[in-house]
Nanobody, 124 residues
Framework: QVQLVESGGGSVQAGESLRLSCAVS????????VGWFRESPGKEREVVAS?????????VIADSVKGRFTISQDNAQNTLYLQMDSLKLEDTGMYYC????????????????WGQGTQVTVSS
C-alpha cells in the first residue's frame, strides 16, 4: 500500500531554513500530483507546493511561499522534498506530504494518500 512518511520538521527562528523529506513507497501512479500541504489552528489545510510524480514536472508554488520554498524530487531515492528558506512566523504549522489521485494539483480533494505530518515551528 502507499505510504508517505515525512521528516525534517523542527523549531527554528525566523529567517532560517528547513528541508522536509517525504519517503514515498508503494505509489505506482504516473503523471499524477504529489505535494506539500500545511495546516495550523484556525486555518484549513492548504497546498503550498506541488508537482507531478515521477519527474517533478509542472511545479506550482503557493503565492505565500513563492521565492522561499522549493519542491523537488529524488526519484532514485523515492523522496519528495520541500526546501523552506527565509522562514516566517506565519509558516508555522503541520506539514503533510500527499499524493494523488489526480492530474490537477491545487485542491485537497486532488490527493488521496497522506503522510502523518511533521511540525514546523518558526519563532522570532
Amino acid at each position: 500500500q502507499v505510504q508517505l512518511v515525512e521528516s525534517g520538521g523542527g523549531s527554528v527562528q525566523a529567517g532560517e531554513s528547513l528541508r522536509l523529506s517525504c519517503a514515498v513507497s508503494g505509489y505506482n501512479y504516473r503523471g499524477f500530483c504529489v505535494g506539500w500541504f500545511r495546516e495550523s489552528p484556525g486555518k484549513e489545510r492548504e497546498v503550498v507546493a506541488s508537482n507531478h510524480w515521477p519527474g517533478g514536472s509542472d511545479t506550482v508554488i503557493a503565492d505565500s511561499v513563492k521565492g522561499r520554498f522549493t519542491i523537488s524530487q529524488d526519484n532514485a531515492q523515492n523522496t519528495l522534498y520541500l526546501q523552506m528558506d527565509s522562514l516566517k512566523l506565519e509558516d508555522t504549522g503541520m506539514y503533510y506530504c500527499a499524493a494523488g489521485g489526480s492530474k490537477t494539483c491545487h485542491w485537497r480533494s486532488d490527493y488521496i494518500f497522506w503522510g502523518q505530518g511533521t511540525q514546523v515551528t518558526v519563532s522570532s
